[in-house]
């Protein structure tokens, strides 16, 4: 059965704390996320109707992961960075769920280009870290995201940090374009960060490619 938490609407959470016979202190976080695009001039092309997709993610451990640059993506974080279709990726998240290796998946509204969104997502020891991906549209096969963000430094909760979120390039359609109907990239490519050098149109003529959002997460 999906466990799904959607980031439109805000619940709030009891935070405890429980100590089993080996040692191991349970405890629970609820934080709040906040997204916001910086999807402008002149730091990037701009294209008409330019948008971020669906935001889709998992909350999870150590041992799972959604995506990872340097690996080759699933077919539903390829499905993600090529049209934003979600389907695949939560029945990807599912079966991670069922493995007991993810406590649960969300989704969520993206911002505008230079909009913020804001949601809760709840969190506990067995379960810190947190990814999820969006994609970059109109565009061949270009995403952002977070991969396996562990909200846990030494057994204690972080309690604010932004993160910047860059291009990723997923390897799985070739072009220089804004545009979805781009050739397969073969054989498939690890997923990478992208470079101004392999996306001039959105580049705008900047040598290097900045950070195209971020993410806050704040402990409640």
């Known amino acids: 059965m999906r466990t799904l938490c959607s980031f439109i609407v805000s619940v709030t959470f009891l935070y405890s704390c429980t100590k089993n016979n080996n040692g191991f202190v349970f405890t629970e976080a609820n ?3 906040e997204i916001r695009g910086k999807w402008q001039e002149p730091l990037f092309t701009v294209p008409p109707g330019a948008h ?4 889709a993610g998992m909350v999870h451990n150590e041992n799972a992961f959604l995506w990872q640059a340097g690996k080759l993506a699933s077919l539903g974080v390829e499905n993600i960075a090529e049209t934003g279709s979600t389907p695949r990726l939560f029945v ?3 079966s991670i769920v069922a493995a007991k290796n993810a406590s649960g998946l969300f989704y969520f509204l993206p911002p505008g280009p230079t909009g913020i969104v804001n949601g809760n997502v709840y969190c506990n020891s067995s379960y810190s870290y947190i990814s999820f991906e969006s994609m970059i ?3 061949p096969d270009w995403f952002i995201g977070l991969s396996s963000f562990n909200l846990m430094n030494n057994g204690q909760w972080i309690s604010d940090t932004t993160i910047n979120l860059f291009a990723y390039d997923a390897g799985t359609e070739d072009g220089d374009v804004f545009g979805y109907n781009n050739p397969p990239t073969f054989p498939q490519q690890n997923i990478s960060l992208l470079t101004a050098a ?4 959105l580049a705008n003529g900047n040598n290097t490619l900045a950070a195209i959002a971020s993410v806050r997460l ?3």
């Open 137 to 139: 549209a109109p565009s």
């Open 92 to 94: 990807e998240m599912d």
């Open 198 to 201: 392999n996306a001039t149109v």
């Open 31 to 33: 934080y709040r996320l």
């Open 52 to 55: 971020f997709t669906l935001f």
């Open 218 to 220: 704040i402990k409640q």
